[in-house]
């Protein structure tokens, strides 16, 4: 039986690199599918996969998954042998559930917030998932410090790439401040084949978009 497709649609500057590398890490082959903002994101084709015509989304064979968090949990329970993900029964699978989950609610919100300029009023913080932003970042680096090298200690997991695509991007754009935890961590991150090869190919496919 032939192993169901699997194909992932993107754009080269978006949320989409966070997948490819999570897909670089898996390893098995897919299909990219590069929409554009405003015109093929928003056609009636695309709007029945993601019907908020957003990218990154992620079909294999008929199943549809969408947000980032999602698809890099889906692709590490649908491809448990490459090890991305502790098992059920495992005592690190809180812990990764923690991590990844926080970084895709409190750690995005906050940081979105702050660079849109909008500051919880200290009064108004428990109406507010994240507190505040100084809450949430000294919460992330707790856990980058705690185990290391990774999240779970020395298995790397996808909780790895999401939240630590958060931080790369985060320290590259300055919409997280520079510390020694989180800039060690991510020369680590960015030091992984993986990661290499999936950044090699969106910039490539940025780079061919603006030539």
């Not at 999570?22 to 590069?34: A, C, N, S, W």
């Not at 020369?187 to 290499?196: F, G, H, M, N, S």
Request: aromatic share 12%.
């Amino acid at each position: 039986m032939a192993a169901a497709e699997l194909v992932f649609y993107t754009h080269p500057q978006s949320r989409g690199r966070i997948v490819r590398w999570m897909l670089e890490e898996v390893g098995e082959p897919y299909r990219t599918e590069v929409l554009e903002y405003g015109g093929s994101m928003k056609s009636p084709e695309y709007l029945a996969i993601h019907p908020l015509g957003k990218v990154p989304a992620l079909r294999h064979g008929d199943v549809v998954v969408t947000e980032v968090a999602a698809i890099c949990a889906y692709l590490a329970d649908a491809f448990a042998s490459k090890g991305l993900a502790p098992a059920c029964d495992s005592p690190l699978r809180g812990a990764y559930y923690r991590w990844m989950f926080f970084a895709a609610g409190p750690l995005e919100a906050a940081v979105s917030n702050r660079a849109l300029g909008f500051v919880v009023p200290p009064e108004r913080r428990r109406m507010i998932g994240y507190g505040s932003f100084e809450e949430t970042l000294a919460a992330v680096e707790a856990a980058v410090a705690a185990r290391g090298p990774w999240l779970l200690g020395e298995r790397f997991s996808a909780a790895d790439v999401y939240l630590g695509s958060h931080l790369v991007f985060g320290l590259r754009f300055g919409t997280i401040e520079k510390r020694p935890v989180f800039e060690d961590y991510c020369a680590l991150l960015t030091q992984r084949p993986a990661w290499r090869r999936a950044a090699e190919l969106d910039d490539a496919a940025a780079a061919a978009k603006q030539g």
